[in-house]
């Protein structure tokens, strides 16, 4: 039993260490299936994040290099760690040496380069820079291509991590978005490396260098500008934005551009040029036009200064500096307004006022404004009045302009004072005076204009058109015609319209008016009424006084032909007989001899008178013309001496003529000068004192002969001198008759004139002026001719005269 229980304890107690395990074993192996199952989803979840960060990094083309000490190691990106090691130029079949020469080569790139790589390497700083790779100088050589390296270092604890970014897919410059964007660009464009050589261009550099394409700039080593590469290479230098202005010739022409240097990185640096030849050309002429605007403001007479928006003087012509007296050095320094104004102040330049301040400010207000200002009137105290005008500058600022108009308002003045002359003047004048500008309103009229139209003041307004003036004087013209024609007249513009023209016409108040216009020279019309009733009536009973006239003058020379016919018929019977009772009683009886004589003397004289009335007749009716010829001067004076031989030797006086030329010739009618010289030596014979002198004397002044017969006695009253020469002066009032009056005519006739020079009781002279004589003085040899003895004071043979020349 104890066995058995044994035993079977035993048993049991197995059994349940069988069970125990069993379940233990149950247990942990769930465990484990768990964890298991746990560490298989980590594990794909790792590797799926494996996958995907390997996708990722190949996507980017990145690879990652650890740096401790010296050692170099690849850590990710073997096929991105090719491909730059490809573009920097290393070759090598090592795959552990590609990341050390790949860092090294790196560091080559730029000095920029491999002082971060340095600082990373040797001091754990972060540092991040982008290199272009594509056939790096000193490396070994490798085909046309590039990379954009993107490079980033960081440290963690003593490793030093770089990473490599490929920025682009494997490609030149010259392709991409950013260059395939730049060759369409107009403006030369090209990019830089650090060294200064010349890595990209786009097309429009190209053809400004003249080169065919990249690859041959490249290997030539084109430059679009030396001065423009200077510029690039200062903007790397100094990894600041230049910019420059050049003229560069492209395609034959030449070009004005803005050249821009803008740093890219720490590698590159992207130039381009700006054509601004249309914007230099534009400055340059507004240039151009500022200088010309300033020359022609210079040359003006009217005062002009801007100020600018600071107030500060910018500007001023000559007219400026005149107006103002101000110093040039002075002006030069740019003063402001408020310094100018003190200035003119301290010159008294500017108008009087009690309040300087409050006109100062004024002044400084008008920088405000928007528009042209209202034109003032400044009075200076020297008595000149300018006009200033103030407006905006375009530019900002103040333009002010001055014009000196003291001249215009004194002329105004005058002005103003003539037209009140002028219109005082019409207003005395009978006729009905208006002026009609070139528009055809009125602008003057005289007193007389209103009176003669019957129209009061307050029908015509200051200003007037025709039209209405017209509808005016309508009542007393009804004729609408005339009115039109003569607006026309004064409206219209043609020189041949506006020629002066004159008429008449009949008024309805039974008037005769005369009408004239006349234009003026300012474009204006003179139009003028005249009331030529009583002159028509005037000249109607003139031209019947004429009428009447020129019958009574023909009656007359009737009447004198008339009485010189009836006159010479028994004057011949007289004459005649007288001869003939002279002849019978020659050497008989003294007595009956002097009656015959005086017989003879009388009817000779009324026989000489007969002919004085008829040639007179004869002037008067303007039948009478001279025949002349060249004649000797001293053939006419003897006969005319001859003449008068008994008279001066009743008379015991003596006459000279030796100041007559023998050979002297005239151009006269001598039978007319004859019977001139036979009534001046008449009347000096009648009027000469016993024993006394006359004189003839002849002498050229210029082309004038002059012949004066001068005689000693007792001259000619000073009351009788004026009409010495008129006709029928009666010998009773001291006149002589109709003689002098012959001789002036006569003497006219030959185009010439006769002058009377006589003091009382001294004599009197007679010169007659002949115009016209060039041949006096002109010698012809004649034959002798002999000289009454009667005279017995005639120039004898070989004789020398005076000349009459």
């Not at 066995?3 to 049991?12: D, H, M, V």
């Amino acid at each position: 039993m104890a066995l058995a229980s044994i035993a079977y304890t035993a048993a049991a107690g197995a059994m349940a260490l069988a069970l125990s395990t069993t379940y233990l074993a149950w247990r942990t192996r769930s465990k484990l299936a768990k964890a298991r199952d746990l560490l298989k989803g980590d594990l794909f979840v790792k590797e799926t994040m494996l996958s995907e960060l390997d996708a990722a990094t190949s996507a980017f083309d990145e690879a990652f290099l650890a740096v401790e000490g010296d050692a170099v190691r690849l850590v990710w990106g073997d096929d991105t760690l090719k491909a730059c090691a490809e573009a920097l130029g290393v070759r090598t079949a090592n795959d552990s040496e590609r990341a050390p020469q790949v860092v090294e080569a790196l560091s080559k790139t730029s000095p920029d380069a491999a002082k971060g790589l340095k600082a990373l390497i040797a001091e754990g700083k972060t540092c991040r820079f982008e290199v272009f790779a594509d056939n790096i100088p000193g490396l070994i050589a490798a085909k046309p291509a590039g990379l954009t390296l993107v490079i980033d270092g960081k440290a963690s604890g003593a490793t030093a991590w770089i990473r490599l970014a490929i920025a682009g897919a494997k490609q030149s410059l010259s392709s991409g978005p950013f260059a395939q964007m730049a060759e369409h660009l107009p403006a030369p464009c090209w990019i830089c490396a650090r060294d200064g050589r010349m890595v990209w261009a786009n097309e429009a550099w190209l053809k400004a260098a003249e080169v065919q394409n990249l690859e041959q700039a490249l290997r030539d080593g084109a430059t679009l500008d030396r001065s423009a590469d200077a510029l690039v290479s200062d903007a790397t230098e100094s990894r600041a934005r230049r910019e420059g202005f050049r003229w560069l010739t492209v395609s034959g022409q030449r070009r004005a551009f803005q050249v821009i240097a803008e740093p890219l990185n720490e590698a590159y640096t992207c130039a381009y040029a700006v054509d601004v030849t249309e914007a230099e050309d534009s400055r340059e002429a507004l240039k151009r036009h500022a200088k010309a605007h300033d020359e022609t403001l210079d040359s003006l007479e009217d005062a002009v200064a801007i100020f600018g928006p600071e107030r500060q003087l910018t500007f001023h012509n000559r007219a400026f500096e005149k107006l103002w007296e101000l110093e040039p050095a002075w002006l030069a320094e740019r003063p402001t307004h408020a310094e100018w104004l003190d200035r003119l102040r301290q010159k008294r330049r500017l108008p009087e006022t009690s309040d300087y301040a409050g006109f100062k400010g004024r002044e400084s207000e008008f920088f405000g404004l928007t528009h042209t200002a209202d034109d003032e009137m400044w009075s200076l105290p020297d008595g000149r009045s300018l006009r200033v005008v103030r407006q905006p500058h375009p530019l900002g600022g103040l333009l002010i302009l001055f014009s000196d108009k003291t001249g215009e308002l004194k002329l105004k003045a005058q002005f103003n004072a003539l037209i009140q002359v002028q219109k005082s003047t019409l207003d005395q004048l009978n006729e009905a005076v208006s002026v009609y500008g070139s528009d055809g309103r009125l602008r003057l009229r005289n007193q007389a204009f209103d009176k003669f139209w019957h129209l009061r003041s307050d029908d015509i307004a200051a200003v007037m058109d025709f039209a209405h003036i017209a509808e005016l004087c309508l009542p007393l013209v009804h004729d609408r015609g005339f009115w039109a024609e003569l607006k026309a007249r004064v409206t219209d513009t043609d020189p041949l319209a506006r020629a002066p023209q004159q008429g008449e016409i009949k008024l309805s108040d039974s008037r005769l008016a005369q009408w004239r216009t006349q234009p003026l020279p300012d474009g204006a019309t003179l139009v003028v009424f005249s009331d030529i009733t009583a002159t028509r009536s005037l000249e109607k009973a003139i031209e019947a006084r004429d009428e009447a006239l020129n019958e009574s003058v023909r009656l007359k020379r009737e009447f004198v032909a008339n009485v010189s016919y009836e006159l010479r018929t028994p004057l011949t019977t007289i004459v005649g007989y007288a001869d003939l009772l002279h002849a019978q009683n020659i050497g008989q009886d003294t007595k009956q001899k002097a009656y015959l004589d005086s017989i003879q003397a009388a009817a000779q004289e009324l026989a000489r008178s007969i002919d004085d009335v008829l040639d007179m007749a004869q002037i008067d009716a303007g039948e009478m013309s001279v025949s002349t010829g060249d004649v000797r001067l001293l053939d006419i004076v003897a006969e005319a001496a001859a003449r008068q031989a008994d008279a001066f030797k009743s008379k015991s006086v003596h006459f000279d003529y030796s100041g007559v030329r023998e050979a002297g010739l005239v151009h006269v009618d001598g039978r007319r000068l004859g019977q001139c010289l036979d009534h001046l030596l008449g009347h000096a014979v009648r009027n000469a004192t016993a024993a006394g002198s006359v004189n003839l004397n002849a002498s050229k002044d210029g082309d004038n002969l002059l012949l004066e017969v001068a005689y000693t006695g007792r001259g000619i009253p000073y009351h009788v001198q004026a009409h010495i020469f008129d006709r029928y002066i009666g010998r009773e009032r001291g006149g002589p008759g109709l003689g002098l009056a012959l001789v002036k005519a006569l003497v006219e006739l030959h185009g010439g004139w006769i002058t009377l020079e006589s003091e009382p009781n001294e004599g009197a002279s007679f010169k007659i002026r002949l115009p016209k004589q060039n041949l006096v003085g002109r010698e012809t040899p004649v034959a002798a001719k002999s000289v009454p003895a009667a005279v017995n004071d005639g120039p004898k043979s070989g004789n020398t005269v005076a000349d009459v020349a």
